[in-house]
């Protein structure tokens, strides 16, 4: 009987161990995880390295992406368009930012509820920085403005993994 409690604790302890190591990433960060790009222009390739075709250049400093896998020296991004490719680790910068994708604009409340008066509007693909989120509102911040947003009207906010491993293709012109 002891000797099945201690062999069940051992296997408990080995798949907490493997479940660490699954976590572990080169930068030692989650992922996924949403950065911006961090430069006007930033390649985007097909694979992690120079080496690999050039897909597009993104024109678009300050660009929410998400992280979805990462090497040692290169990140494999998911843009709002749910386009994916590889940018180098130094064109990505860890600041947080949202973009409004929908064709209307998003009013920004004083506060985090439906019935606040609404402060100023986010047009149609502005990005704007994003200082947090809670209780499924977000607070954005653009020049010297800011307020709150539903977080299901921005896309940056969500969590959950964006692009599922598509293929590569190019954002819209």
């Not at 678009?60 to 994916?84: F, N, Y």
């Amino acid at each position: 009987m002891v000797l099945g409690a201690l062999a069940l604790m051992l296997l408990v302890g080995c798949g907490r161990k493997s479940d660490q190591t699954e976590r572990v990433t080169p930068s030692g960060l989650p992922v996924p995880r949403y950065v911006t790009l961090k430069f006007d222009p930033v390649n985007a390739r097909a694979g992690p390295g120079d080496d690999h075709r050039l897909l597009w250049v993104y024109h678009a400093k300050g660009l929410p992406v998400q992280i979805i896998a990462e090497t040692a020296d290169w990140r494999r991004i998911c843009d709002p368009d749910g386009s994916t490719s590889w940018v180098h680790k130094r064109s990505v910068d860890g600041r947080r930012a949202a973009m409004r994708r929908e064709a209307a604009p998003l009013g920004l409340h004083a506060q985090p509820r439906d019935s606040a008066v609404v402060v100023a509007y986010l047009a149609p693909r502005t990005v704007a920085q994003l200082d947090k989120c809670q209780k499924g509102w977000c607070r954005l911040r653009s020049d010297q403005v800011g307020g709150w947003v539903p977080q299901d009207q921005v896309w940056g906010a969500d969590e959950r993994p964006q692009c599922g491993g598509q293929p590569a293709a190019p954002p819209p012109r």
